[in-house]
């Protein structure tokens, strides 16, 4: 049948008769798709560019070419979204810089990967008909799905996030960024079906229940978040070490001094309950130097003084909160569970140490070992309980899931100079945004070079301290809402769903008949 859209609908078929033209415009609508990341924001960007890359897939004929499309479609996203991971190979650029280049391609490959499986099992599940945008949507659900869990996963720059600034986040309470990912892929589709005049009422209704959310979700973010039972002020510390510099000994004192001075300077409004340091940012092993941490203890006192640190247990070493009580000890303390593969630790890193390949946080090639699993502080009142996260770990819901109960707030403490100065630390702190809203909890986050930073139940910053500046931070703590769907619930409800939906056109499949429009 003769394409009955305007003529420039028909571009994607020009496009196919040649594989490197796909592959071009595969990329091109990969990079537009990724300018909805921190920091640019441009969420009609990432809808544009995902509608373009819908009307590709409609022109693949066979699997091979779909999961080609698909492939480039991913290159050009996460080339760009993940263009920060260079930045950890140049911090010691003589002994990793030559990783840099390899790092962002097989990274940015080994995302596309799983679009390009996406984009074939959408061409297999649902090649034409007027329910082809659910089966895109649904295969592609399944595909981020996939990505944030294999191999322990990287749910990191999902198109969801790109609604970060928008009403549309709101709806994280009840899907999670995961679920916005989704729909993301559902409207995009929806708009190019409504644009090329292919099954109009169907997309139109899609677009307007997008339309929809974004007002619903807007009058949701305009909420007001409840106040705490009793006031608490948190002092956020940043020295601004340079990752460089962290740890060269001409400079561990220079940030040591300037942690502490930030640590004591007088409140100019109510004094502190609680002092955060970030990640790692005390220079010693843990209980190897109690005069230093006495004195942190005193340097904050009366407030009681959060810090990151490293552990050693017998031959094991653990990235470490620790919550120092008045004598410097540690009261409490939480090792981090979910270690960054290649950074903190090596996979047969004793194997590899011998030609000389370390994991960027380890010193001789081992790293870190990862401690037992999500954990609750409990502080001392007014502060409650809180949910450690240290670094990366913010990035999986999941795993705040499984905490052995709810907290009042959640508290990282991270080391964002390995990100980089540009868009890492930005889209880290938009993960730390929708945590807040899937849980319904403020999140506090304490950055060694920022963002540091408060965020209500709601998302929204309320105090911040920018990129690259040493400074301190006195902020109230917000109150909480209530526990939220995701957070009771989950993915579990949008993955059956998604189940469902593959399931229903594989089924049809079978038919002679077309699946799609024996559906419709």
Not at 132 to 142: C, E, K, Q, V
Not at 311 to 334: I, M
Not at 373 to 386: I, K, Q, S, Y
Not at 398 to 406: I, N, Q, T
Request: glycine share 14%; proline share 8%.
């Amino acid at each position: 049948m003769p394409d009955r859209g305007p003529g420039w609908t028909r571009l994607p078929a020009w496009l196919e008769r040649r594989w490197w033209r796909v592959l071009a415009a595969g990329l091109a609508l990969g990079v537009l798709a990724a300018l909805g990341q921190a920091p640019f924001g441009l969420w009609p960007a990432t809808v544009l560019g995902l509608a373009g890359a819908y009307a590709l897939l409609g022109a693949a004929p066979r699997l091979r070419k779909a999961a080609l499309t698909g492939w480039a479609v991913g290159l050009g996203y996460f080339g760009l979204t993940l263009v920060w991971i260079v930045q950890p190979f140049l911090v010691d650029i003589g002994r990793h810089g030559w990783m840099a280049p390899f790092a962002l391609i097989f990274m940015a490959g080994g995302m596309a990967l799983f679009w390009g499986l996406g984009f074939a099992l959408a061409r297999w599940l649902a090649p034409s008909g007027r329910f082809g945008w659910l089966g895109f949507a649904a295969a592609m659900g399944a595909a981020e799905y996939a990505r944030g869990t294999v191999f322990t996963g990287f749910p990191w720059g999902g198109p969801g996030l790109a609604w970060v600034d928008t009403g549309a986040a709101q709806l994280a309470g009840g899907v999670g960024a995961f679920g916005l990912s989704v729909l993301t892929f559902l409207g995009a589709a929806a708009l190019w079906t409504a644009l090329a005049r292919r099954h109009v009422p169907g997309g139109i209704a899609v677009l307007a229940g997008f339309a929809a959310a974004l007002v619903i979700g807007g009058a949701i973010g305009r909420g007001a978040v409840p106040d705490r039972a009793g006031p608490v002020i948190l002092r956020l510390v940043q020295p601004n070490a340079p990752q460089h510099l962290k740890w060269e000994p001409d400079w561990i004192g220079v940030f040591y001094d300037r942690a502490m001075a930030l640590t004591g300077e007088a409140a100019e409004g109510p004094a502190p309950d609680l002092v955060i340091w970030p990640e790692t940012a005390v220079p010693t092993l843990l209980g190897d130097a109690p005069d230093i941490q006495a004195e942190i203890a005193a340097a904050a006192a009366p407030a009681r003084a959060i810090a990151g640190i490293r552990r050693l247990e017998g031959r094991r070493g653990y990235n470490t909160l620790v919550l120092f009580d008045a004598d410097g000890k540690a009261g409490q303390y939480y090792d981090k569970h979910q270690l960054v593969p290649f950074g903190e630790y090596m996979p047969l890193g004793d194997l590899l140490d011998g030609f000389g390949i370390h994991g960027l946080a380890a010193r001789e090639g081992y790293g870190y070992s990862p401690g037992p699993g999500a954990a609750l502080l409990t502080l001392p009142e007014p502060l409650g309980t809180a949910l450690p996260l240290i670094c990366y770990e913010a990035i999986f819901p999941a795993d705040l899931r499984a905490a052995p109960g709810r907290a009042d707030w959640i508290v990282q403490l991270t080391n964002d100079a390995w990100f980089g100065t540009f868009s890492g630390p930005q889209q880290h702190l938009a993960q730390a945004r929708f945590r807040a809203i899937e849980f319904g909890l403020p999140f506090v986050r304490a950055a060694n070079t920022g963002v540091s930073a408060v965020i209500d139940a709601r998302g929204h910053v309320t105090a911040a301290l920018p990129l690259n500046v040493a400074g301190k931070l006195d902020a109230p703590l917000p109150g909480a809402l209530p526990p939220t769907f995701y957070a009771d619930w989950g993915d579990l409800p949008l993955g059956a769903a998604i189940v469902l939906v593959l399931g229903w056109f594989a089924v049809a499949r079978r038919n002679p008949v077309d699946p799609s429009r024996r559906a419709g």
